[in-house]
RNA sequence: GUCCGGAUGGUGUAGUGGCCCAUCAUGAAAGCCUGUCGAGCUUUCGACCCGGGUUCGAAUCCCGGUCCGGGCGCCA
């Protein structure tokens, strides 16, 4: 059984007359003495009880007007027309319920009208989620995951999970998180990538996963997190142009998607909600370095990784998404093909926000031999990879695909300032609880 | 990790040595009020991160610590 007929946003003044039941949090009361109204809020809105001390009777109506904030309140009533309600109807109730109630004082204030930083925020997360702007990112964010999911259906993806307990630091370089695993020890995966490439051997042709991957860097950043979501693709007969293509029209269409579908949600969060045009400018990694020359002060070498100071540049001269491509080959993983007649670059490529970089890929090494060959370049030990190199021996078609970043994503696309904010209960340097 | 800034009622804040048994808003408690919509009005409640020091006197200055924010670094 459930308790609530209607949402708070699905009633209107045409429903007049109509008995609804409402289940929700007391956001606030305003009692005047003979009239109080009582504001009920679900994930969908508000809604104005009206209560009347002449229609309750006096023990009724004292007690639906003391309920505390937040209390979790059931009402049974009928709808009324009234031009002098917000919205243009209000509630008339028969019954007022406190299913369970509140403890004062409140950890925050979940009407917004007092201001409340992050960290306050975050410890008190169940309560900052009930403020409707918080709560509208994370619809929002189902609604982005809806729409790239229906995306991959529509483009013959097979969704896949893959273990996120790896036996070793399967990529060198960065940190993972060490865990026990009976005698053994075992880590936490920083990333899909060599599970998805191993799927490509496989002769599953197009996979996708969305699943949380875990770092152990010590960033302490608005965009960086220790346990974040990953949106992964790789398909197989496919080269780095053709997976630039699949990604930009995936974030394109989650633009479009929530734009037409969280309506409610935009309007919330004060947000007119632009789709990016496609396509999406490529630039080269020379290019970029060229770019940022013209720029006083400018020191990057060909062969650095973009500075934060650079892509920052870059991104507000740029002013919407664009493709970095063609990176040197020196600083992009083992797994990214170099380009035949040039070697020094390679077949990577980022997307980029002007706020900062949402997804990295690449064409792949298909090939065995040239596959160990750039491990060992990047001074790894092709026998911790026999698990992945293997998958390369009884043919490999070549593949290409790339990893994007959920929070990311709707952390640009809302233009939220900091990343926490656009995931229920992060994870960063210090962060462990709730 | 590093540089800069910060920590005052439940929440957000004002307060640069005495004018502070600490400001304002929000909140909570009690009361008045029949059209509020950030309701209004009256009364009341509730705080200087921890430890040490300087000083006649410290929320305020100094030292150490803890925690938080921002920048950078790190980011296969």
Same mark, same amino acid.
């Given at each position: 059984?459930?308790?609530?007929?209607?949402?708070?946003?699905d009633?209107?003044?045409?429903?007049?007359?109509?008995?609804?039941t409402?289940?929700?949090?007391?956001?606030?009361?305003?009692?005047?003495?003979?009239?109080?109204?009582?504001?009920?809020r679900?994930?969908?809105?508000l809604?104005?009880?009206?209560?009347?001390?002449?229609?309750?009777g006096?023990?009724?109506?004292?007690?639906?007007?003391?309920?505390s904030?937040?209390?979790?309140?059931l009402?049974?009533?009928?709808?009324?027309a009234?031009?002098?309600?917000?919205?243009g109807?209000?509630?008339?109730?028969?019954?007022?319920?406190?299913?369970?109630?509140?403890?004062?004082?409140?950890?925050?204030?979940?009407t917004?009208?007092?201001?409340?930083?992050l960290?306050?925020?975050?410890?008190?997360r169940?309560?900052?989620?009930r403020r409707p702007?918080?709560?509208?990112?994370f619809e929002?964010?189902?609604?982005?995951?809806?729409s790239l999911r229906?995306?991959f259906?529509?483009?013959?993806v097979?969704?896949?999970?893959?273990?996120?307990?790896?036996?070793?630091?399967t990529?060198?370089? /960065?940190d993972? =998180?060490?865990?026990s695993?009976?005698?053994?020890?075992? +880590? #936490?995966?920083?990333? *899909?990538?060599?599970? @998805?490439?191993?799927l490509?051997?496989a002769?599953?042709?197009?996979?996708?996963?969305?699943?949380?991957?875990?770092?152990?860097?010590e960033?302490d950043?608005?965009?960086?997190?220790?346990e974040?979501?990953?949106?992964?693709?790789?398909?197989?007969?496919?080269?780095d142009?053709?997976?630039?293509?699949?990604?930009e029209q995936?974030?394109?269409?989650?633009?479009?998607h929530?734009?037409?579908?969280?309506?409610?949600?935009?309007?919330?969060?004060?947000?007119?909600?632009?789709?990016?045009?496609?396509?999406?400018?490529?630039?080269?990694?020379?290019?970029?370095?060229?770019?940022a020359?013209?720029?006083?002060g400018?020191?990057m070498?060909?062969?650095?990784?973009?500075?934060t100071? /650079?892509?920052? =540049?870059?991104?507000?001269?740029?002013?919407?998404?664009y +493709? #970095?491509?063609d990176? *040197?080959?020196?600083? @992009?993983p083992y797994?990214?093909?170099?380009?035949?007649?040039?070697?020094?670059v390679c077949?990577?490529?980022?997307?980029?926000?002007p706020?900062?970089?949402?997804?990295?890929?690449?064409?792949r090494?298909?090939?065995?031999?040239?596959?160990?060959g750039?491990?060992?370049?990047?001074?790894?030990?092709?026998?911790?990879?026999?698990f992945?190199?293997?998958?390369?021996?009884?043919?490999?078609?070549?593949?290409?695909g790339w990893?994007?970043?959920?929070?990311r994503?709707?952390?640009?696309?809302?233009?939220?300032e900091?990343?926490?904010?656009?995931?229920?209960?992060?994870r960063?340097?210090k962060?462990?609880?709730?």
């Amino acid at each position: 059984m459930i308790l609530r007929t209607h949402y708070s946003g699905d009633i209107n003044a045409e429903m007049d007359g109509k008995e609804v039941t409402l289940a929700g949090f007391a956001h606030e009361t305003r009692d005047l003495g003979g009239i109080a109204f009582l504001v009920l809020r679900d994930r969908k809105g508000l809604a104005q009880i009206t209560l009347v001390k002449k229609l309750l009777g006096k023990e009724a109506f004292k007690s639906a007007r003391s309920i505390s904030r937040e209390s979790v309140v059931l009402v049974k009533g009928t709808v009324k027309a009234e031009p002098k309600a917000p919205r243009g109807f209000e509630i008339l109730p028969g019954e007022v319920q406190v299913l369970n109630p509140a403890q004062v004082p409140l950890p925050l204030d979940p009407t917004e009208k007092v201001e409340c930083e992050l960290d306050t925020r975050l410890d008190a997360r169940f309560m900052d989620i009930r403020r409707p702007s918080v709560l509208a990112a994370f619809e929002i964010e189902s609604a982005v995951l809806e729409s790239l999911r229906g995306f991959f259906r529509e483009n013959a993806v097979t969704e896949v999970f893959t273990p996120k307990i790896v036996a070793a630091a399967t990529e060198g370089g /960065t940190d993972l =998180f060490p865990i026990s695993y009976f005698e053994k020890e075992a +880590f #936490l995966n920083q990333s *899909p990538q060599l599970y @998805k490439q191993m799927l490509m051997g496989a002769g599953m042709d197009r996979v996708f996963e969305i699943g949380p991957i875990f770092r152990a860097e010590e960033h302490d950043t608005r965009r960086h997190l220790n346990e974040a979501v990953s949106i992964d693709l790789e398909v197989s007969f496919a080269d780095d142009k053709a997976v630039m293509e699949i990604l930009e029209q995936a974030v394109a269409g989650a633009y479009r998607h929530v734009a037409e579908n969280c309506r409610y949600q935009l309007e919330v969060l004060g947000l007119d909600l632009k789709v990016p045009s496609l396509p999406f400018r490529r630039i080269t990694y020379s290019e970029a370095l060229g770019l940022a020359a013209d720029k006083a002060g400018a020191k990057m070498q060909w062969g650095d990784d973009l500075d934060t100071e /650079t892509e920052r =540049f870059l991104g507000q001269s740029i002013g919407e998404h664009y +493709f #970095l491509t063609d990176w *040197p080959s020196s600083i @992009k993983p083992y797994y990214t093909l170099p380009y035949e007649d040039h070697p020094e670059v390679c077949r990577g490529f980022d997307l980029m926000h002007p706020r900062m970089e949402l997804a990295s890929g690449a064409q792949r090494v298909h090939d065995y031999e040239q596959l160990v060959g750039r491990i060992k370049e990047k001074g790894l030990d092709p026998d911790g990879f026999e698990f992945y190199l293997k998958a390369f021996r009884y043919g490999m078609p070549p593949h290409a695909g790339w990893g994007l970043g959920l929070s990311r994503l709707v952390m640009t696309m809302l233009n939220l300032e900091n990343i926490r904010d656009a995931v229920i209960f992060p994870r960063d340097r210090k962060r462990l609880v709730p």
